[in-house]
Nanobody, 125 residues
Framework: QVQLVESGGGFVQAGGSLRLSCAAS???????????MAWFRQAPGKEREFVAA????????NFADSLKGRVTISRDNAKNTVYLQMNSLKPEDTAVYYC???????????????WGQGTQVTVSS
């Protein structure tokens, strides 16, 4: 079993930055590096949407077109942690941000086997 815990969300003014973290635990202590990791977000009344993903070696990343240039994703396999750096935040970025782990990089929620509980990001105008 894999447990994912997100942190780093909060309130920020438009134009500001946040860095989200996702710490993995459980049997991943020896297998975290084998998982592709991703971030999704879900705003009230909307479907969960892809934000960014990174493969096991951190050599490959993928980003939602709407967020390219404003977000970066990285991982530290020694710390079992993946990060999402978000810059130039806009009010429309307000959502609950979820971390996910899966076998391969994908923009589809169905490709990920494990999910965190989410962290709220609120961007004020």
């Amino acid at each position: 079993q894999v447990q994912l815990v997100e942190s780093g969300g909060g309130f920020v003014q438009a134009g500001g930055s946040l860095r989200l973290s996702c710490a993995a635990s459980g049997r991943t202590l020896t297998a975290f590096s084998r998982y592709a990791m991703a971030w999704f977000r879900q705003a009230p009344g909307k479907e969960r949407e892809f934000v960014a993903a990174i493969n096991w070696s951190a050599g490959g990343t993928n980003f939602a077109d709407s967020l390219k240039g404003r977000v970066t994703i990285s991982r530290d396999n020694a710390k079992n942690t993946v990060y999402l750096q978000m810059n130039s935040l806009k009010p429309e970025d307000t959502a609950v941000y979820y971390c996910a782990a899966g076998i391969s990089v994908s923009a589809l929620t169905t490709h990920y086997d494990y999910w965190g509980q989410g962290t709220q990001v609120t961007v004020s105008s």
